[in-house]
């Protein structure tokens, strides 16, 4: 069985040779003082809100998480690394400390972190964990999280045109046998934090909220299963072939450059290049590939 993610599939679309270098070549760009972790611990602390912890608790639970994540001693950071680490820091907290949604009183939670896999083509699934399946008034509903640099009503209608929920509200109905009502998205926005020319803290903005229902309809859940076979059909057949497309377009988004762009720019260097790079570490849609090889 062949596993996939969404973000797997959607970096293929974005850049073959992306794909290429992170997923098969496993190369991770090297920490550069971003506090990556930052979604991750977040939502580590929503997960145990839910459970019924103090939201305090789940605070201090979350920030323990957060650099744990971070990876690297806070000694060993250098000073703008530290400044992005507390920074990441003093955004989880509020943004925590300030979340309005709690578990409702006609809410009926089915599950919270769920890990779910759903054979969409033989051969081929789709891997993803839902934050929350709960039931409002009866109704089945995917409940999820994002966090934002972006105004959170902006992220919602960027959210409402990715194909990241029509692939989980499918694979919701798919292993549940039960028509979903939707996606509760909620769109928080990390605060902006200031700091003095010094480095000292100055001042953080209040973060924002917003919970909006995504509905999908029978053909996006139907074009979902399509784009899923020819995509991970092409992957699949690119690999032996080593025939990875270059988008030149995707060199630079959001305003960074790509981590990968120097092995692309000197490909005659891109094996010495490598060693400055780590190994990406495996996640779940890399289990059963040994196996598979094998």
């Keep these: 069985m062949s596993k996939f993610n969404i973000s797997r599939l959607q970096l293929f679309q974005t850049c073959e040779q992306k794909y290429k270098w992170k997923y ?8 550069d003082g971003v506090p990556k972790p930052l979604g991750t611990a977040f939502h580590s602390g929503v997960a145990e809100i839910y459970q019924g912890e103090d939201v305090l608790q789940a605070t201090h639970n979350a920030v323990e998480k957060y650099y744990e994540l971070v990876g690297k001693p806070i000694d060993n950071l250098t000073e703008k690394e530290a400044q992005q680490v507390g920074k990441g820091r003093l955004q989880l907290e509020a943004m925590l400390a300030h979340y309005p949604y709690v578990p409702e009183r006609f809410e009926d939670i089915v599950a919270i972190e769920k890990d779910m896999e759903w054979e969409v083509v033989p051969g081929r699934s789709l891997v993803f964990r839902a934050d929350r399946l709960i039931r409002v008034n009866g109704a089945l509903w995917l409940h999820d999280t ?17 194909t990241q929920y029509v692939g989980y509200a499918a694979g919701v109905e798919a292993l549940t046998g039960e028509k979903l009502a939707g996606v509760m998205l909620d769109a928080v926005h990390k605060p902006p934090v200031y700091f003095k020319k010094t480095g000292e803290f100055s001042s953080m903005k209040e ?36 025939l990875w497309l270059k988008n030149t377009d995707a060199c630079l988004a959001y305003n960074r450059t790509c981590p990968y762009l120097n092995l692309c720019l000197r490909p005659e260097w891109s094996e010495g290049m490598k060693e400055l790079y780590d190994k990406r570490e495996q996640d779940y849609a890399d289990e059963g590939e040994e196996d598979a090889a094998e």
């Design 207 to 242: 973060p924002g909220y917003v919970r909006e229902p995504i509905h999908k309809t029978e053909a996006q859940l139907a074009e979902f299963v399509e784009w899923f076979r020819i995509l991970t059909m092409r992957i699949e057949d690119m690999e032996p072939q080593g």
């Design 24 to 31: 098969v070549d496993d190369l991770e760009p090297r920490w």
């Design 146 to 162: 994002k966090t934002t640099g972006l105004e959170v009503n902006l992220m919602v209608k960027v959210q409402r045109l990715r």
